[in-house]
């Protein structure tokens, strides 16, 4: 599945998708961040089956939202 971008609270996130036996996983990762949160989406409910992509990136940003917030930076 091609790889998702998306901005939350001024930051842009890149989500690249893989398939696995159980579901999907997702690798979010800020624009400029060097790592990623890794998260588990299993088969079952919650995926609209004619729509799997747009239920992972719905997915995604419900985890974005949850995610805690970066310190401020201090120049």
């Known amino acids: 599945m091609e790889p ?3 901005e939350h609270d001024g930051i ?3 989500v690249n998708f893989e398939r696995r036996p159980e579901g999907w996983i997702a690798r979010i990762r800020p624009e ?5 949160h890794v998260f588990a989406f299993p088969d079952g409910v919650g995926f609209d089956p004619q729509d799997v992509r747009g239920s992972l990136i ?15 930076t201090r120049h």
């Open 32 to 36: 400029d961040g060097a790592e990623a």
């Open 12 to 14: 842009v996130y890149e």
């Open 58 to 72: 719905a997915g995604c940003r419900a985890v974005v939202e949850r995610l805690p917030q970066r310190p401020p």
């Open 4 to 6: 998702h971008s998306f």
